[in-house]
């Protein structure tokens, strides 16, 4: 499950990998409502999902997960990722560049041309609230544009006080 969940977050519109026995026994261990016949028959159904015997593909890959290090992320899209071993890059390094993209990016979409220009500063993984945003383009008919600004990589708002001068564009 997890490698489908990074294939998809990595890009790929649909993930599959045949189950084995780990998610079967957490199933079988959290799932009480599939005993017996039920979970048998749930069992005869996860064995058909695999590739059929004379499937073609493209390319294969295959990997030995010793060789992969683990990895980490400060962000929410999969360029935010390295091996553990990496290192994980100064948010200020090229907060000129960021904001640079930012201010393009906001005169393509005719955002001062908009009845409100919205800044959002998160902390953390820079997740901003959908329904936060929902209500200010209900209340301005969708005549919104929104920019983030993410002043921190820490995770609550009292890093703005933690690291003032830690300001970089998301």
């Known amino acids: 499950m997890t490698l489908c969940n990074m294939t998809v977050e990595a890009?790929?519109?649909?993930?599959?990998?045949?189950?084995?026995?780990?998610?079967?026994?957490?199933?079988?261990?959290?799932?009480?409502?599939?005993?017996?016949?039920?979970?048998?028959?749930?069992?005869?159904y996860w064995s058909t999902l695999?590739?059929?015997d004379d499937a073609a593909f493209h390319v294969e890959h295959a990997f030995d997960a010793a060789d992969i290090a683990p990895f980490v992320t400060w962000g929410t899209s999969p360029d935010q990722a390295m091996p553990v071993t990496g290192r994980v890059p100064d948010p200020q390094a090229e907060p000129d560049t960021r904001a640079r993209l930012a201010l393009e990016e906001l005169k393509r979409v005719g955002a001062f041309?908009?009845?409100?220009?919205?800044?959002?500063?998160?902390?953390?993984?820079?997740?901003?609230?959908?329904?936060?945003?929902?209500?200010v383009e209900y209340l301005l008919h969708g005549d919104v544009a929104s920019v983030a600004i993410q002043y921190s990589y820490l995770s609550s708002p009292l890093s703005l006080l933690a690291q003032p001068d830690c300001i970089c564009m998301a």
């Open 50 to 52: 695999r590739s059929d």
């Open 113 to 135: 041309k908009r009845s409100a220009l919205v800044v959002v500063t998160p902390t953390g993984t820079g997740w901003i609230d959908p329904a936060a945003m929902d209500a």
């Open 11 to 44: 890009g790929a519109r649909a993930a599959l990998i045949a189950p084995d026995a780990v998610p079967d026994a957490y199933v079988t261990a959290h799932a009480q409502q599939l005993r017996g016949e039920t979970l048998a028959a749930a069992r005869a």
